[in-house]
């Protein structure tokens, strides 16, 4: 069973960057598209941007699309997510997942990390 671990957030001054990092403990191809999620209290797990570990294609959404970069190292199994230009808004619980396909609905994975606290505020 592959597991993730999350690290790298913290708390930033609006207009900040972050660089969130997953470590996972192995591959399979139904961990083949790792997923950066977040969430906020209340709300449901939003879809952020994800990677093929096999190939390296990228997706991303809307809503962090050219602030956001997603990447990998592939011989430490590590995903990252680089985070810049965050704003209050983007204060949340990020996790990352994995799964066979790259999908922005959080229903389709049952592989997370435990999270990791983005905190943006004056």
């Known amino acids: 069973q592959v597991q993730l671990v999350e690290s790298g957030g913290g708390s930033v001054q609006p207009g900040g960057s972050l660089k969130l990092s997953c470590v996972a403990s192995?591959?399979?191809?139904?961990?083949?598209?790792m997923m950066w999620f977040r969430q906020t209290p209340g709300k449901e797990r939003e879809g952020l941007a994800g990677?093929?570990?096999?190939?390296?294609?990228?997706h991303y959404s809307s809503s962090v699309k050219g602030r956001f970069t997603i990447s990998q190292d592939s011989a430490a199994n590590k995903v990252y997510l680089q985070m810049n230009s965050l704003r209050p808004e983007d204060t949340a619980m990020y996790y990352c997942?994995?799964?066979?396909?790259?999908?922005?609905?959080?229903?389709?994975?049952?592989?997370w990390g435990q999270g990791t606290q983005v905190t943006v505020s004056n």
């Open positions: 997942a994995a799964g066979p396909y790259c999908r922005f609905n959080p229903r389709s994975y049952t592989l």
């Open positions: 192995g591959y399979t191809d139904s961990s083949n598209c």
């Open positions: 990677i093929e570990r096999r190939g390296g294609r990228t």
